[in-house]
């Protein structure tokens, strides 16, 4: 019986070095060791923003249009006002995206979606949106220049 070598593949080298995947599963826990420690201890987040001076606020109500949009409205106003912005799908993204957001935790804490939240500028020109009802706070310093450009034009209109 003549050997058929055809069955047998050569052994090949492994694409990922062991001693990476040894080393990259020492990082992963040592990750979680740290923050396991860290919610232990009860120690405060480090990324949070510090407490700023609040130069100016609006309250806010979002409805989310068909297609992406959004329409903004007064909130100490109530919701039959005229809107204050009707963003288009093509500038509203941003706005429709933190309003389902919102909706997603309000749901969490059994709180109507349709109350108002509120829009603040610290006097270090950050802005975020607290949602005085589950205590949510939004930060937006890191989404870009036009997606916070899009919320600070809601503050400007009520100034």
């Known amino acids: 019986m003549s050997e058929n ?13 062991p001693v990476l995947l040894w080393g990259v599963t020492l990082m992963v826990l040592s990750v979680c060791a740290v923050v396991v420690f860290a919610t ?12 700023g001076d609040v130069v100016a606020e609006r309250d806010i109500v979002v409805t989310l249009a068909a297609g992406g ?23 509203g993204g941003f706005v429709s995206g933190y309003w389902r957001a919102l909706t997603y935790q309000r ?3 059994g709180v109507d979606p349709s109350l108002p939240v509120t829009l603040q500028r610290y006097a270090d020109g950050r802005l975020s949106i607290l949602d005085p009802h589950t205590g949510w706070r939004f930060h ?18 009520g100034q």
């Open 69 to 91: 949009g959004a329409v903004v409205r007064d909130g100490t106003t109530g919701a039959d006002t005229a809107p204050v912005a009707a963003l288009p799908a093509g500038e």
């Open 5 to 17: 070598t055809e069955f047998y593949a050569p052994k090949e080298k492994p694409l990922v070095p």
């Open 107 to 109: 749901s969490r804490h």
């Open 140 to 157: 937006m310093q890191g989404f870009g220049r036009d997606n916070i450009a899009s919320f600070a034009a809601l503050l400007e209109d």
């Open 40 to 51: 232990l201890t009860g120690r405060p987040p480090e990324a949070t923003p510090p407490a």
